[in-house]
């Protein structure tokens, strides 16, 4: 019976151009995202394996995120391949207009409906079509999605910290394992770093040179844990991030609640203190007068009718989006009632604004080597990974036609998991 049906398969195989040994194993994906690092933090620190993973495979000049540059939706956005306005989830707070109430980032984590609304990460369109997939503290991937979760998963803790190099250690020795034992095809691999420090200490502080030094050993360990559980043939290694990181300007600072002839009393609903963004309902007849008194409010600031916000943003046109909305230039923050932000560094920013723009490399059987890549937006990544698993995408708004460069010419006989 099992030799009759080998046989049948190997007939199979041929007749499709593709050798048998291909089919019984497929190359895997390993995605990692090193929150908030900047495109060109490895330009003054020392990263010799940042160096020897360029050198071995593909690194972009640089990667543009989606708008607005905050780390749920730019995740969401790798995991999809859409743009904000098209996934849904704009912005990293779930928020609820009518009653008011706010949810921070990690609550926000576990809300399945703010993920859940109409798109699939490719955990469940992998799994859909066959493979099996894992999730280390990557965003989305507490959610259900249409009852489906990713089959193997850590979350990290409500109080956690984000830093501690052990635990980078500790979750790539359990990747190695998810990959070896539990034969998984696709993990995403997320560390909240260097995005902490360049938030606390500033991008431009020793503290984050110091972080981009940890990032550096931990690719060096990856790499070496990749080599010695016999990975390396068959795994296609990314590594990312979701959006840079600025330094905070404190002179003449954006504040809503000081502008003249402005009331909150006119606001039902506000989402403010987050940034360079802000979202805004003015309670009914009161629209008008909120947005000419806020339009010129400061020179930094840009508030605009949602049908009217700059269509490159890929923004503005989502049932989640409030009537009015603002942004305002690198650098400045937006306070809302009172000052209550005290960052150094920030990001939400203008995804074309350069510290805003971030990192992305790969290295494995499926890229070429050696390969400085000119720079893409952050929607085509998905239809790569997409490509790199054989899976068939879900529409998206990103094309792999943009990153097919940076893979090895197939031979006649297909792409895919060979090893050339
Ligand atoms: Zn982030």
Same mark, same amino acid.
């Given at each position: 019976m099992f030799a009759s049906?080998?046989?049948?398969f190997a007939i199979l195989s041929i007749a499709r151009c593709v050798p048998v040994q291909q089919a019984a194993s497929r190359?895997?994906?390993?995605?990692?995202?090193?929150?908030?690092?900047?495109?060109?933090?490895?330009?003054?620190?020392?990263?010799p394996n940042l160096d020897a993973?360029?050198?071995?495979?593909?690194?972009?000049?640089?990667?543009?995120?989606?708008?607005?540059?905050?780390?749920?939706?730019?995740?969401?956005?790798? *995991?999809?391949?859409?743009?904000?306005? +098209?996934?849904?989830?704009?912005? &990293?707070?779930?928020?609820?207009?009518?009653?008011?109430?706010k949810m921070p980032y990690y609550v926000t984590q576990g809300i399945d409906s703010w993920w859940d609304n109409g798109s699939l990460p490719i955990w469940i369109t992998a799994q859909r079509q066959g493979l099996k997939t894992g999730s280390i503290y990557f965003p989305g991937g507490k959610a259900k999605y249409q009852g489906e979760e990713v089959?193997?998963? *850590?979350?990290?803790?409500?109080?956690? +910290?984000?830093?501690?190099?052990? &635990?980078w250690r500790q979750n790539i020795d359990t990747v190695m394992e998810w990959f070896t034992v539990k034969n998984l095809d696709f993990i995403a691999l997320y560390f909240g770093e260097p995005d902490s420090t360049g938030h606390k200490y500033g991008p431009e502080s020793e503290q984050r040179k110091a972080i981009v030094s940890q990032v550096d050993r931990t690719i060096g360990y990856l790499r070496r844990r990749i080599r010695e559980s016999g990975l390396e043939p068959n795994l296609n290694l990314i590594i990312t991030s979701d959006h840079g990181m600025e330094t905070v300007i404190k002179d003449k600072e954006v504040h809503i609640g000081a502008v003249e002839n402005f009331t909150f009393s006119d606001i039902q609903f506000e989402l403010l203190d987050y940034g360079p963004n802000g979202l805004l309902i003015p309670k009914e007849g009161k629209l008008e007068h909120v947005y000419s008194v806020l339009k010129n409010a400061h020179p930094k600031l840009h508030v605009y009718k949602k049908e009217e916000f700059p269509k490159r943003f890929h923004y503005a046109n989502n049932p989640r989006i409030t009537p009015l909305l603002m942004y305002s230039d690198p650098g400045y923050v937006i306070h809302g009632r009172f000052k209550v932000q005290f960052n150094k560094g920030e990001h939400g920013f203008d995804n074309e604004a350069m510290n805003m723009k971030t990192i992305f490399r790969a290295v494995g059987p499926a890229f070429k080597q050696g390969l400085l890549a000119e720079p893409f937006e952050s929607v085509n990544v998905y239809a790569l990974l997409c490509e790199l698993l054989g899976i068939v995408p879900e529409p998206n708004d990103g094309s792999l036609e943009v990153l097919r460069p940076l893979l090895r010419e197939c031979p006649a006989d297909g792409c895919g998991n060979t090893d050339i």
């Open positions: 049906l080998g046989f049948l190359d895997k994906v390993l995605l990692v995202s090193f929150d908030g690092f900047r495109w060109n933090y490895d330009q003054d620190v020392d990263t993973m360029a050198a071995e495979g593909v690194k972009a000049r640089y990667m543009t995120p989606a708008f607005v540059t905050l780390t749920s939706p730019c995740h969401f956005t790798l *995991l999809t391949g859409k743009y904000l306005e +098209n996934h849904g989830v704009i912005h &990293n707070m779930w928020f609820n207009t009518s009653t008011g109430v089959y193997m998963k *850590l979350v990290e803790p409500p109080i956690f +910290n984000y830093s501690n190099e052990v &635990n």
